[in-house]
């Protein structure tokens, strides 16, 4: 028996059709059954013979009958069947879309406010790739990305961050995860484990475990990661954040760079130096980039994300000579995953010499706001809490003196409209506060907004001391 009902969204052949084969598949129409003819099924069940044709023709299409000449349309055997047969959902169900009502000041770290981004600008230079660039749109890029942008990003990089290398040493990567997975691709024939530090970015530890390397924690303090503790580690590749350490916001001292050289030498290993928020100084000049130092041995990976919009997923990685050749050999036919029409105006947009009066902006805006943060955290919390990275990045990491845990501290400030991201998954294993520690991003709140949500903030926590 089945049931048609005019009245759903999902089309008549549709019903008929997705009915027909859960009788199939649970074998209440077992096989090499003769199904009822189009003509009289349609007359049974009062509808249109081209509604019955057409759910025929569907099962035909995938398999689950064959037509004989003049005889009619059979069930075929199908064998081992062992699935659940959920019947197809009538009407889709729209789910409400996240909404940032509730939010009045924004804490959450990475996020961009809309005005800090030259959309009309953008907007041309997209439109521009249209009316000059119709034969690129048609073809497939190459793996390694547009050489324009290419050699625009060797251009900024021997410039602001003294990195050593050639157009042939670039990838463009779709955001800095797929930079770190294509990493673990190209070093898997050279150890099973990965070390980071601990606390480290959390995106990277799910890149390493997802791609089957064991990931071995290491601590660090003011000076960057222990490397004695490294040398106790099977890993002969380490991933580190050197200008600008996630979440505590240090810097690594070039006594410790070189030591970790040192280590990649010895171990004949390599160091993933992630470089994501290089530009982001505002107190002092930023910190070269620790690939100059040693090409040969560190995968650099840099990203737009925090400069420009993270919504364009755009990275890149230099990596060393004999990775590129090895990379080369292994990807074979595969395209970049940047569409033309992001890297292309991003070239442009650098060429033309935007990209460096947006960054100054960029830095400019932070800077005003970083300040405001901390004056309005000294003002508010005096020495009830503790403040690592200043004077760098886009957040600042609070260690906060009260019982609370953080993320109760976090629970409280939502209810009162104030969105705070959690870092304690940054930590794998090494812990060494005895307070909750609070990850402040100050990128998308406004400038005027930091001082009433501080002092709210207060208060909402005043009674956990």
């Not at 028996?1 to 027909?20: E, G, V």
């Not at 409400?96 to 981004?117: M, Q, R």
């Not at 970015?201 to 004695?228: C, E, M, S, T």
Request: a positive charge; aromatic letters at 10%; proline letters at 5%.
């Amino acid at each position: 028996m089945f049931i048609l009902d005019s009245k759903n969204k999902t089309p008549l052949y549709r019903q008929l059709y997705q009915q027909l084969r859960v009788k199939i598949l649970n074998g209440e129409i077992p096989p090499q059954a003769r199904l009822a003819s189009s003509r009289k099924l349609s007359a049974d069940l009062k509808v249109s013979r081209n509604t019955v044709d057409t759910a025929y023709q569907q099962l035909l299409a995938e398999g689950y009958i064959v037509g004989k000449s003049r005889s009619g349309y059979y069930v075929e055997t199908i064998n081992n069947v062992n699935v659940s047969f959920v019947p197809e959902i009538a009407e889709v169900e729209t789910l409400p879309e996240p909404s940032d009502e509730k939010i009045k000041y924004d804490f959450t770290y990475g996020n961009l406010p809309p005005d800090t981004f030259p959309f009309p600008k953008w907007q041309s230079l997209t439109n521009e790739c249209f009316r000059n660039y119709k034969n690129q749109l048609l073809k497939y890029s190459s793996l390694m990305g547009e050489l324009g942008l290419r050699k625009e990003i060797v251009k900024y990089l021997r410039v602001y961050r003294d990195v050593k290398c050639s157009v042939d040493q670039i990838l463009i990567t779709s955001g800095t995860v797929e930079a770190l997975t294509l990493a673990c691709q190209l070093l898997r024939s050279d150890t099973t484990a990965i070390a980071m530090e601990d606390p480290g970015f959390r995106a990277a530890y799910l890149a390493f475990r997802n791609q089957g390397f064991r990931v071995d924690p290491i601590p660090l303090n003011h000076h960057g990661i222990n490397v004695k503790a490294l040398h106790t580690s099977i890993a002969k590749a380490v991933y580190v954040t050197p200008s600008h350490q996630f979440p505590t916001g240090s810097i690594m001292s070039i006594t410790r760079r070189l030591r970790l050289i040192e280590w990649a030498y010895e171990q004949n290993g390599y160091i993933i130096e992630d470089d994501y928020s290089s530009h982001l100084r505002y107190d002092v000049k930023p910190i070269s980039s620790l690939q100059g130092l040693a090409p040969e041995k560190v995968i650099y990976i840099g990203s737009f994300s925090k400069m420009l919009l993270p919504s364009l997923r755009v990275a890149y990685m230099v990596l060393p000579k004999n990775l590129v050749q090895k990379l080369q050999g292994q990807s074979d036919f595969i395209a970049c995953s940047v569409p033309f029409l992001i890297q292309k105006p991003l070239q442009l947009f650098m060429q033309e010499g935007y990209f460096e009066s947006h960054v100054r902006k960029m830095i400019n805006h932070f800077k005003k706001k970083h300040k405001a943060l901390v004056c309005a955290l000294q003002e508010n919390f005096g020495d009830e809490i503790s403040i690592s990275g200043q004077n760098a990045g886009i957040h600042l990491l609070l260690e906060i003196k009260c019982s609370a845990s953080a993320q109760k501290l976090i629970e409280q400030a939502a209810k009162a409209g104030i969105a705070i991201s959690t870092s304690g998954k940054s930590w794998v294993h090494f812990a060494p506060h005895s307070y909750p520690c609070i990850l402040l991003g100050f990128s998308a709140i406004a400038l005027d907004d930091i001082l009433p949500a501080v002092r709210l903030l207060r208060k909402i926590w005043s009674s956990e001391k």
